[in-house]
């Protein structure tokens, strides 16, 4: 038990007892004569023994982790002198007999201090070190201190350490052959790192014991290659064949590829009688990226076969999250902060990740004392109180033992853990890269050392349970087994794994644009748009709410009129909900909305309890509506969006930044997964993506939602009309029927694409942005091009383009002076650019002399520079633009001068003299 040391007074009774017959100083006194111990000074001083014995294991406990002898590659091997582990320092003899049981973990029911102090340092200060005394929960620290000291004295059994030195072997093997058949190949090996193999090892094997059903892995390129082929069913022809330059894909899929060392497996591995499936993910070698798009996987799939119950109960029963880091990136890349505080979070917590750091030492070039500002790259795990155990990677049994540990304490207590096992990088960040331009010393280590394998082999050979003849077989029918996959390259054909299980039924879209009914019956949607409001009879709604937010959507879905974003929003979840799909909506803030327009969870004024009305909509509802108020992160919330759509089509996913700049702060996910996860690696992902836009004085941060960043990541095409097949749809709705039927359509189409919807501020609440029930009903559909003209399209002169809210600006200055020869065309859809529309739209005017692209963003900016050529060549028609003059900030900050800026872009439109 974690036991308390001992009171004030004790200690004090103990100096006064003992200060005349002491011989050790401790407290300042020296003895004076020779002592005969009486009875009850006998009791007290066996008393303050066990007490102070305690102190000096909890010493150990807490900071034997400081000279632990866990780098196998020091530059230096002095020995820090920790004074808190000298017995002196606590008044005990070295020869002290010690009761042991209920202070330490171990058969020996008592004996010497120097016997402690010697398991101790075997337990805590060798090979394998641990932190964990800054845990909040006592529980957790007993457990562990506890655990530990069993499981490090066990003996490892004869088949287990021919298990590891099998596949440290073959590992080895594997990272020599390649080297040898490909030389110029950057690999990124798992030479100096090979004791991850026994992790790996041990990790699946416990999972599958303990009745896991899947894990889904987050790894970075390092000893990547050698975890597919060693243990995750990966053929190593399709490497091979990747290295001859061969695509993995079948033919008929439209994709790019991605390098070697991004290479994934999906499969099922057999432990006896457990079956368990692994899911490695690509990773886009944006350091740590992939890691929340992992957790978010995971929480899909946990939700799907009800593994946490949608939060009410306990998470990660039967599918857990493995995240592999390397050193240098677990510190410096701050996605990894941001997953920890998602962690432990409602609607984000899936029963605590494993964490190994695959810690090399170095980051690219630079060395560990130079690359962080903290004595350890993991810790960042005491932002979340998780534990950390450090183990040397030259000693594959204690890595076992410490895989063991962290599993166990998973189970147990369903939070984050971390292995930092410290190794070495046999040559340069790749293989073609030399070290010793940076690093001279500590490579002259690594060169005169031995290699891991080859250390562990001779270990077991010394000891008599391996022999060379033994050692000799296992890599040369490894090698066979590899030239056997490297001579069947040239008739090598890919499988085709895709649009498989839950997917079944879908592909990717084709080159011909189509166009989807996702209007809904009339009935329905007053149905849904009554039931949206209805909350139990003794629910304490906020009283401001129930003037405005329900009154008036009674009154709006009764007369089928005037229907507003945030309604139209609501009858979209709730037919897609009745229809049985899932939906979940992300972010900061977004159960009620950033402009307090959604309110689509209310909260009792008086219990603070949450109701969703859209998830009672019925009794046997097949789809269920999750709202998740996220931490103040983009990046890491994106990332786990975007892995919560790729596992399966019948969630929509929808993820709203809290002002449209703000995704800034998730570029990176943007850039390696949203805009090209799919014709990299073929997932599908049908994430939305909400991000309000509209220029009202805000300032340069809350304008703009950088339209014209999202248009340059598409693949749109400047000389040819665009299908379906774009990479994602870039999406201005004006009106909320607009709205409501583009989030119909990602979940009615038989493909799945991410959609950016540029969306409102203003329009919100804007009387003239409303829709009718007509505009939703049945045969109605998104239009991706809407014209405004009330007048003979003959009698039109100026034909302006634009979209969303600057539609409005536009239609009032031209009612205010009359201008009866202007139309206005609103652009909803940028891509898929509408071409065949926007030709049906300009033949509707054959006299018009000016086309003109009006917006509200400055030139350099907005979406004129993707319109203009799409426009000019494929409509046909020169187009001029008027906006905001080009500048560094999306919008000036300057009251007077956003002002006179308005009156400009509104004005030049109508000044023309024809």
């Known amino acids: 038990m974690y036991l308390k040391v001992c009171k004030t007074n004790l200690l004090q009774s103990a100096r006064k007892q003992f200060r005349n017959y002491h011989s050790d100083n401790v407290f300042g006194f020296k003895r004076k004569s020779k002592h005969v111990y009486t009875a009850p000074e006998q009791v007290l001083k066996a008393q303050c023994d066990q007490s102070n014995f305690f102190r000096l294991v909890s010493a150990f406990r807490q900071n034997a982790h400081k000279t632990a002898d866990v780098n196998p590659v020091a530059l230096t091997r002095e020995v820090t002198i920790f004074p808190d582990f000298d017995p002196k320092r606590y008044c005990l003899d070295p020869d002290t007999k010690i009761k042991f049981t209920g202070i330490l973990n171990t058969t020996q029911s008592e004996g010497t201090v120097a016997e402690a102090v010697d398991f ?122 990747k290295l001859k330059g061969k695509s993995n894909f079948s033919d008929k899929y439209r994709v790019t590829g ?113 690359g962080r500002s903290s004595r350890y790259c993991t810790d960042l795990a005491k932002m979340i109180s998780a534990p950390v155990i450090h183990v040397n990677g030259d000693f594959p049994e204690m890595v076992l033992k410490a895989t063991k540990l962290a599993f166990e304490y998973q189970r147990k207590f369903r939070k984050e853990v971390f292995i930092d096992m410290n190794c070495y990088r046999q ?120 003037k405005t937010h329900v009154k008036n959507r009674l009154a709006r879905v009764a007369e089928g009129v005037n229907i507003d974003w945030s309604t139209a929003e609501t009858l979209a979840f709730g037919s897609l909900l009745y229809e049985g799909y899932n939906i979940r909506i992300s972010g900061q803030d ?33 789809g269920f509506l999750e709202i998740a108020n996220s931490i103040l992160s983009e990046e890491a919330v994106l990332g786990y969006e975007y892995g919560m759509s790729i596992e399966s089509p019948k969630n929509l996913i929808i993820w709203e930044a809290q002002f449209g700049d703000f995704f800034n702060g998730a570029q990176i996910i943007f850039d390696t997964f949203v805009s090209n996860g799919e014709v990299k690696w073929l997932w599908s992902s049908g994430l939305v993506v909400l991000l309000p836009h509209g220029y009202d004085g805000a ?30 749809q870039v999406c201005h709705p004006s009106t909320p029927a607009q709205y409501f039927h583009l989030l119909r359509r990602q979940m009615l189409r038989n493909f799945r694409k991410p959609l950016i919807v540029i969306g409102p501020k203003t329009l919100l609440r804007l009387p003239e942005a409303t829709s009718n029930f007509a505009d939703m009903g049945p045969q109605t559909t998104f239009q991706p091009v809407i014209t405004d003209n009330t007048h003979d399209p003959k009698q039109i002169q100026v034909v302006l383009l634009t979209s969303g809210k600057h539609f409005y600006n ?16 609103r652009l909803e859809s940028y891509c898929p650019f509408p071409t065949l529309e926007l030709q049906q739209e300009v033949a509707k005017f054959p006299n018009a002399k000016i086309f003109m692209w009006c917006q509200e963003e400055p030139q350099n900016m907005g979406a004129w520079s993707f319109v203009k050529p799409r426009f000019e060549n494929l409509v046909g028609r020169k187009i001029q633009f008027c906006g905001r003059p080009t500048q560094a900030a999306p919008a000036v900050g300057i009251g007077e001068l956003h002002d006179q800026q308005v009156s400009e872009i509104l004005s030049k439109p109508f000044s023309f003299e024809i």
């Open 120 to 241: 101790l340092r075997h337990v805590y200060g060798k090979n394998i070190a641990a932190e964990f005394t800054h845990l909040e929960n006592p529980e957790e620290i007993d457990w562990f201190c506890n655990r530990l000291e069993q499981l490090v004295p066990e003996e490892i059994d004869t088949e287990t350490k021919l298990r590891l030195a099998t596949e440290l072997l073959r590992s080895q093997n594997f990272d020599n052959f390649l080297a040898n058949k490909f030389t110029g190949v950057k690999r990124y090996g798992g030479e100096g790192a090979e004791s991850m193999m026994a992790f790996f090892s041990e990790f699946f094997r416990l999972a599958a014991g303990d009745s896991v059903e899947q894990l889904v892995v987050a790894m970075p390129h390092r000893g990547r290659l050698n975890l597919l082929t060693g243990m995750l069913n990966f053929p190593p022809v399709k490497m091979f064949a």
């Open 258 to 370: 991605d390098v070697l060392s991004h290479f994934v497996s999906s499969t099922d591995l057999k432990f006896g009688d457990k079956n368990l499936h692994v899911t490695l993910l690509y990773n886009p070698s944006h350091l740590e990226a992939v890691n929340p798009v992992s957790m978010g996987k995971t929480r899909a799939k946990q939700l799907e076969s009800r593994d946490g119950d949608y939060g009410d109960g306990r998470w990660g029963d039967k599918i857990i999250n493995l995240q592999v880091h390397g050193d240098a990136a677990i510190t410096g890349q701050g996605v990894n902060q941001e997953c920890l505080a998602l962690s432990g979070t409602p609607h984000f917590e899936i029963g605590g990740s494993i964490h190994l750091v695959v810690n090399n030492q170095l980051g690219f070039t630079t060395p560990a004392d130079r």
């Open 590 to 622: 977004v159960g009620r909305g950033t402009f307090s327009h959604r309110h689509v969870m209310l909260v009792d004024q008086q219990t603070n309890h949450i109701y969703i009305p859209l998830n009672n909509l019925h009794e046997n509802q097949g």
């Open 427 to 546: 040559w340069g960040h790749n293989e073609l890269d030399d070290p010793t331009f940076t690093n001279p010393s500590l490579y002259g280590i690594i060169r005169s050392r031995g290699t891991v394998p080859d250390q562990y082999t001779k270990k077991l050979i010394d000891e008599g349970i391996l022999n060379e003849e033994e050692k000799n077989t296992i890599i040369k029918e490894h090698t066979k087994w590899l030239n056997e996959h490297l001579k069947a390259v040239d008739s090598y054909k890919p499988d085709d794994v895709y649009f498989k299980k839950q997917w079944e039924g879908f592909s990717q879209a084709d080159e011909a644009i189509t166009t989807w009914d996702t209007g809904i019956h009339l009935d329905l949607l007053t149905y849904i748009g009554s039931k949206s409001v209805q909350f139990p009879e003794h629910f304490n709604v906020h009283p401001t709410l129930l």
């Open 810 to 825: 536009l239609a009032s200055k031209r009612e205010s002076l009359g201008a009866k020869n202007v139309a206005i065309v």
């Open 699 to 728: 300032g340069p941060e809350h304008s703009s939602a950088r339209i014209e960043r999202f248009l340059q990541m598409t693949d749109s095409k400047e000389d040819k009309v665009d299908g379906d097949n774009v990479n994602m």
